[in-house]
């Protein structure tokens, strides 16, 4: 899952070789759950085909203010609601007519008056001859559209569709994504904050091929970190042995097995973190001894006896190292006294919020995908979320947390 995920993209393709390159970019926003619109000039269609580019994009791709099939229809593209409804407007490529039609206000194109009513975002990713690139007009247009908020993705120096060699080319498309992401992550309200999450369940051998465990999936956990990241903090999450395909390839994970394991990772990435959220069902017990062979069977008559200890807990563990501007939030599950447990929890293990799941209840808990929960802060605030999934409540509770915390970035 990508920063750019559910952002409304208007992809400007202005007249040059590099246009061809656009049907690449818009299948990569696509991949990255964004949705595109493209709008193209008439130089560009040279270039490229409207219809490739719709296809990519799934959409019709729109040239003039009435296409000639809408002329009978008196049908418009109405330039004023595209400038409305995209979130971000990226010119690549942006040729030196259109850089310059931008300076200037000209609008005798669709690209033009949309760019002229956009309200969003915008950036350029100018593309043209080396010796057009270096004349002082372009340098003029350029410097005059960042001063006026325009980011300017910066050509890039290589071989010209002219066969010279020399700084024109269009930045590569990964070059363009990378600057649209870093951009949309720095306007993300938790930019440059770290969340540790821990998730799934804990397995702890008794001999090589034995365990105890639960059947905790790491659904919840997953979806916080998910969440996290789309408001654009640094995620760290540490996963117990799930099965749950949880899509979180994006998602800087470290894999533990046993609850020592746990402890030892999360407590190695606690000092950086600015909220930590401990989901993990963590197995409260272990077996005292852990057999190096398979444990045989004796015979039918014969008992086996277990030897437990606890394991250590890994949220009261955070506590003590807790530093001034560190949030510490813990989970809770219980089959009694739900709400007096919890809030005893707040102090016995220092958090400054537990997220109690509601139990009872169907599809509520531990291995199912959604839950209702009530949540319990440190100050006496409380808050309860009726069943939803855990997807959309990891949304709903990061942005709790965001907002609670001193955390956002103004
Ligand atoms: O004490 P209890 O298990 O009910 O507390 C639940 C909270 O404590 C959860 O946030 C869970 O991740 C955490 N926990 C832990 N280490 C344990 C047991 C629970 O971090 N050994």
């Keep these: 899952m990508s920063i750019l995920k559910n952002r409304k993209i208007l992809l400007g393709v202005s007249g040059s070789i590099a246009a061809f390159k656009s049907a690449h970019i818009v299948r990569e926003f696509i991949k990255r759950g964004a949705e595109v619109q493209v709008v193209i000039t008439d130089a560009a269609k040279d270039f490229v085909t409207p219809l490739t580019l719709s296809t990519v994009s799934n959409r019709p791709v729109y040239n003039n203010f009435i296409e000639d099939d809408q002329k009978a229809y008196g049908v418009w593209n109405n330039h004023v609601e595209m400038g409305l409804w995209a979130d971000l407007l990226i010119v690549a490529p942006a040729s030196s007519n259109t850089l310059s039609k931008m300076v200037t206000g000209a609008c005798d194109n669709l690209l033009s008056a949309v760019y002229m009513s956009a309200k969003c975002p915008v950036f350029v990713a100018p593309a043209m001859d080396l010796d057009m690139f270096k004349n002082g007009a372009t340098t003029k247009n350029l410097e005059i559209l960042s001063n006026r908020g325009v980011e300017i993705i910066d050509a890039e120096f290589g071989e010209l569709a002219s066969g010279l060699v020399g700084k024109g080319r269009m930045a590569e498309p990964e070059h363009i994504f990378v600057a649209v992401e870093k951009y949309c992550l720095k306007l993300s309200p938790l930019y440059g904050k770290q969340v540790l999450i821990n998730a799934g369940p804990t397995h702890e051998h008794l001999d090589p091929v034995r365990y105890l465990g639960n059947n905790s999936s790491g659904r919840m956990g997953a979806a916080l970190a998910k969440s996290a990241y789309t408001l654009g903090a640094n995620v760290t999450l540490i996963l117990g042995p799930t099965q749950a395909d949880l899509d979180i390839a994006h998602i800087d994970t470290i894999n533990v097995v046993s609850a020592a394991e746990m402890l030892e990772a999360t407590v190695s ?111 006496g605030n409380e808050i309860f979320y009726p069943i939803q999934s855990k997807e959309i409540l990891g949304g709903v509770l990061m942005s709790l947390f965001t907002k609670h915390f001193p955390l956002r970035n103004e």
């Design 269 to 379: 990435k606690f000092s950086d973190a600015h909220l930590t959220i401990c989901t993990a069902a963590v197995s409260d017990f272990r077996p005292l001894n852990v057999d190096t062979n398979k444990i045989k069977k004796v015979g039918k008559a014969s008992k086996l006896t277990l030897e437990l200890e606890e394991t250590p807990d890994i949220l009261a563990s955070l506590g003590p190292l807790k530093r001034e501007g560190q949030y510490l939030i813990g989970f809770a599950l219980e089959t009694q006294n739900g709400p007096s447990y919890a809030k005893a929890k707040l102090v016995s293990k220092s958090a400054d919020a537990i997220v109690l799941n509601v139990l009872g209840k169907q599809g509520v808990g531990f291995n199912s995908s959604t839950n209702e929960v009530h949540v319990y802060f440190a100050d």
